[in-house]
């Protein structure tokens, strides 16, 4: 019996395998067709295919959202293709050293923790999330600049909001967060002064940012739930996650360490945490000052900024 089960699986993955395989050729062909060599293939943590992005988690998703909007061209992902040998762009994310190599250029991703052996090189570095990247990076041979900076935090760039508050706080839950009961009793408490946000099946990618803005605070244990907050000069509150994230806190401190900003104290949320407390954390939340120029100067490809 056992044996049989061994090899229905077999069976069964090498199925899966060759439905994937036929899936990325026919979409390489979709993209073949509609896409010119001035388009820009970006290699990230998306599945955007025929067109269509399967919407799993925002944070990675601005991939494709911001970079389309900058640069006002067809934007597809490396994975989801068969062109090996084109140069390619790792940009949000923690994605070294997963998502590079000998044809890729690096524009403010970040790596996903301290002790790793990048093998492929980039061919250039233009920018990283944090100083704790560019170190991993200049230790494994890498020459990297200091210019610093996760490219979401030029979402107010073309997404300008002054969008009316609304909800006290607003909560952001890490993809695997969300089915946490803690985060769901505590939404359940507060439910005209709080707004759980999710970064999946979101809709309106722009939505997201809408929502952010219509708090007054943000708690998120979600990377991009804080960076966006900075962004748009909302206070926010560093909530741990409840799974073991791969890389720890890593992405965390590389991001602040990008922007100047004091690493605040996670907080862990509990299922009797009360509002008032959190609101309290975040009294001494001070603006991060990001100068946007330096990070704009050495992007790889051209962007238009609206006026």
Known sequence: MKHYRKIIHSLRGRIQSLFRFLIRCINTLY???????????????V??????????????ELNIHLIEHLTKKKVFNRSDVFRPKEINYTIIGSLIPDAINAYTIIWGAGATKSDIIISSRPIKVCAVRGKLTRKLL??????CPEIYG????????????????????????????ENNPNYRKFSVKYPDEILQISLHDYGDWSRVIDQICSCEIIASSSLHGIIVADAYGIPNIWLKSHVNLYGGDF??????????????????????????????????????KYDHQPLLQVCP?????PK
Request: with cysteine.
């Open 47 to 60: 599945e955007y295919r025929f067109g269509k992005l399967k919407q799993r988690n925002w944070g990675d």
């Open 138 to 143: 200049l230790s494994n041979g890498i020459d």
């Open 251 to 288: 992405k965390f401190m590389d991001y602040f360490s990008g922007v100047n900003r004091q690493p605040p104290i996670p907080v862990i949320l509990t299922e009797d945490e009360i509002l008032d407390n959190l609101l309290m954390k975040a009294a001494d939340y001070i603006p991060i």
């Open 301 to 305: 490809f051209k962007i238009s900024i």
């Open 150 to 177: 996760d490219p979401a935090l030029l979402l107010p760039l073309i997404c300008p909001k002054k969008k009316k508050k609304i909800y006290k706080l607003g909560l952001i839950c890490h993809i695997d967060d």
């Open 31 to 45: 993209e073949l067709k509609i896409c010119s060599q001035q388009n820009i293939m970006l290699n990230s943590w």
